[in-house]
């Protein structure tokens, strides 16, 4: 007998989202961005909701219910008191925004059911039920849920939903147990996003960018930051001091006495890099990383838990989570993959399941055939299988879809079966060029993990700066991940767990070190440390000698895991680029047409969708690799 169908929804703040679970499975998860082609699209999630039906074949009426990942007049209250503790100083941004959170925050209860009827082509009242799910409850249940395990302590770190910024749980089979919070506008998300601002990038996507600068710097304000900014005890929990920050009662992050004590105003957006901006993404980043060592420790003595699940935005802070695996607080620690607020769809379809309608949990909970080959690292790494399905959750197209569009387009190609096609494609990156590879279910949050993916080849020196620049047009400095076969992963990086979802970087092995490298580096300051061969997989080896992995597995993505077997037979190699097939500015390709298009207006060698090939060379199509790109 089928259990209860529920539709999750993220929306209307940024990263809307959609997630379908039916009787306590994930089946399908998509964002919104990817369809509408806005990054981090906050509208209504109409074509991710109508992507996850389709994968289900049902239709929103044959749903039992629809669950919004935030409390609408949670989110009010807090408004409404930050500005209101702040008046007259935050008057003008009040009324700024205030029609905004009129129209639409409170009125959101009539707005979802005016959407999802006219999209359910039905009456209002013959809509499924309409559950909320607190903010923070929906991260939790997002790194529980999910995860592989039946107990675990869970945190959630984000920059603001409701009240809470960060939040401790305790889950234990069906139970998620809420433990202790620390409420805005005491926020590590907020701290982050204000060095981001300060440093120039955008708030909300920039944060990437500020922890890839962090090695090249040296945490010179560490001390300060730790003085004059946040206060934070022993036990994690934190205070920000008020006095330097903007974002209660104006528009900007950070203010003028943040610029007296941090040397000068914030940097301006594309100008160069400078030495400063490198110390305060190595400063704010250790404050962070001290913060969470701090509080997860907290939670480890209190609960006694061995196992910690993580989500909030702060999640994806892949250097900490490196850090706070390799302390040993916790023997295994799961992170949501769309641990930002897109996953928050995913968390409030299952504790609508679990927590609502008290559905059996055991159904996630599949143990692993251990290969026996990797005893430590079975499918996904962890001691059991998660069932978030490796986050290929988003559409697919079949080889007759992509023969169809090909054709129509009039697009030249080879096909290959699959006995040749992982040799082929693997000797063309070896060759030195650029794939743009297109397989199966697009991936759920903010990495492409093999699916929606431009590969190269890792032992080439010049590659991170070719594929920055002239793939993706962005910044030389920005570092790129791994793939590696999860059997070979310890014979590259000293990562005792494996890493599925490219969310932990681990320090790359001494046998692929560069002692040579590591010298030179020594004489050299900031960005100049890009150009050293570091080590045998240079384009993928950061400058504090570690690497953001995603280990690959057979069972959970079998066509990736070929294609890195046929280039290790190839070239002794078990590791390869994998970055997110898409340019600066733009979400990641969803259908085949975006795929296309990225692949001919930028310098890519070869498009791989399903079994079809495409070389450069042979293209037709008139190509603008000039065309203007949005900052990000
Ligand atoms: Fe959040």
Known sequence: MIGKQILGISAFYHDSAAALVQSGELIAAAQEERFSRIRHDAAFPEQSIISCLNQADIKITDLDAIVFYDKPFLTFDRILETYLSYAPLGIRSFLRSMPIWLKEKLTLKILLKKHLARLAKCKEKQLPKLLFTEHHQSHAASAFYPSPYEKAAVL?????????????????????????????PHSLGLLYSAFTYFCGFRVNSGEYKLMGLAPYGIPRYRKLILDKVITVKADGSFQ??????DFCVGSKMTNESFSLLFDGPPRVPESPITQRELDLAASVQAVTEEIILKLAKTLRDETQARNLCLAGGVALNCT????LLRSGLFDEIWVQPAAGDAGGAVGSAFAASFQYYQEDRSTTQTNVTTDSSTP??????NTKDDSMQGAYLGPDFSNREIQAFLDDKNIPYTLYDDSLLFDE????????????????????????LG??????????????????????????????????????????????????YMLF???????????EGIAEMEQL?????????????????HVDMTARIQTVNKKTNPRFHQLLTAFNNLTGCAAMINTSFNVRGEPIVCSLNDAFDCFINTHMDYLVLGNYVLEKKKQLAPQNTERYFELD
């Open 505 to 515: 970087t681990a320090p790359v092995s001494e046998n692929i070190i560069s002692p």
């Open 156 to 184: 959630c770190l984000d920059g603001v939903g409701e009240w809470a910024t960060t939040s401790a749980w305790m889950g234990d089979g069906k139970a998620l147990t809420p433990l202790w919070q620390i409420n805005f």
């Open 525 to 541: 300051d900031g960005l100049e440390k890009l150009s050293v061969t570091r080590s045998r997989l240079p384009a993928t080896t």
């Open 240 to 245: 920000l001091n008020l006095d330097y920050f």
């Open 451 to 500: 699916n929606r993916s431009i590969l190269a080849d890792a032992r080439n020196s010049e590659m991170q700066s070719k594929l920055n620049l002239k793939i993706k047009f962005r910044e030389s400095f920005r570092p790129f991940a791994p793939a590696v076969l999860s059997e070979k992963a310890q014979e590259y990086f000293e990562q005792q767990q494996s890493s599925p």
């Open 425 to 448: 494609v693997a000797g063309v990156i070896a060759s030195g060029n650029v794939v743009g590879w297109f397989q199966g279910r697009m991936e759920f949050g903010p990495r492409a």
């Open 320 to 323: 900490a989570n490196g850090k």
């Open 376 to 381: 430590s690292l079975n499918g996904n790494g």
